[in-house]
């Protein structure tokens, strides 16, 4: 199985067309938030019709930059992962929107309490190939502002090291673009691709019943 990783299209509607050949040969999207230009919320709708143009199957959260109440359009859109398990071909999904608290100017700034919250479905389950979604990146794995700051949240952290997915998909901090590991969970910040055209691809391997990651590339257009 192949997946396409997207983060912060940030309204760059045009960009979406040069991914072609990977809305082809994926099987399904996975996208960590922030259909919208900063400031612009109006400019999320036509990102998210033209993903959904683009491929039928779309796993997604909103971002920080984003209006909370964006999350119904992806509703009715049915690809909405937030706060949710969703299962698709023996993978199960689960996700978080928004970012934590910083400038406090962007529509969908919340309280890490908050966020993790998203995630409480998964306490009273017992579940295999998982994935996570979230804007917002766990702290120290793939959420470098720079040397000498990271962004993510520690909550998220030991969210992970607790239910321990198979992947772990984030954006939000654009200069955190990469891979990393969190025990054996694959974590991976595909960066902005409206503003720098970086992407993601992992394939995964399924044997008795239990995925596997083969390989995940990191991309740009």
């Given at each position: 199985m192949k997946l396409l990783l997207l983060s912060d299209i940030h309204g760059n509607v045009k960009e979406i067309e040069k991914l072609n050949d990977e809305f082809k040969s994926?099987?399904?999207v996975l996208f960590a938030g922030d259909f919208a230009e900063c400031f612009k919320t109006k400019t999320s709708k036509p990102v998210l019709e033209e993903l959904c143009r683009h491929h039928d199957n779309i796993f997604a959260v909103i971002g920080n930059c984003d209006?909370?109440?964006f999350s119904d359009e992806l509703d009715?859109?049915?690809?909405?992962?937030?706060a949710s398990l969703n299962?698709?071909?023996g993978l199960c999904i689960c996700g978080s929107g928004?970012?934590?608290?910083f400038t406090g100017k962007t529509p969908n700034e919340r309280t890490e309490e908050d966020i993790i919250s998203d995630f409480d479905i998964l306490k009273s389950e017992t579940l295999s190939n998982l994935i996570l979604i979230s804007h917002n990146p766990p702290k120290d794995t793939c959420d470098s502002v720079n040397e000498n700051l990271h962004a993510g949240s520690p909550a998220f952290t030991k969210?992970?090291?607790?239910?321990k997915p198979l992947l772990v998909v984030c954006g939000h901090i654009h200069e955190g673009k990469g891979t990393g590991k969190i025990g054996d969970t694959l974590v991976v910040n595909p960066g902005s691709f409206g503003e720098?055209?970086?992407y993601a691809v992992a394939e995964l391997?399924?044997?008795?019943g239990e995925y596997t990651i083969a390989a995940c590339e990191m991309k740009r257009v």
């Open positions: 994926c099987d399904a209006d909370p109440d009715n859109a049915d690809i909405n992962c937030e299962f698709f071909e928004g970012g934590t608290v969210l992970i090291e607790e239910v720098n055209g970086t391997l399924k044997k008795d």
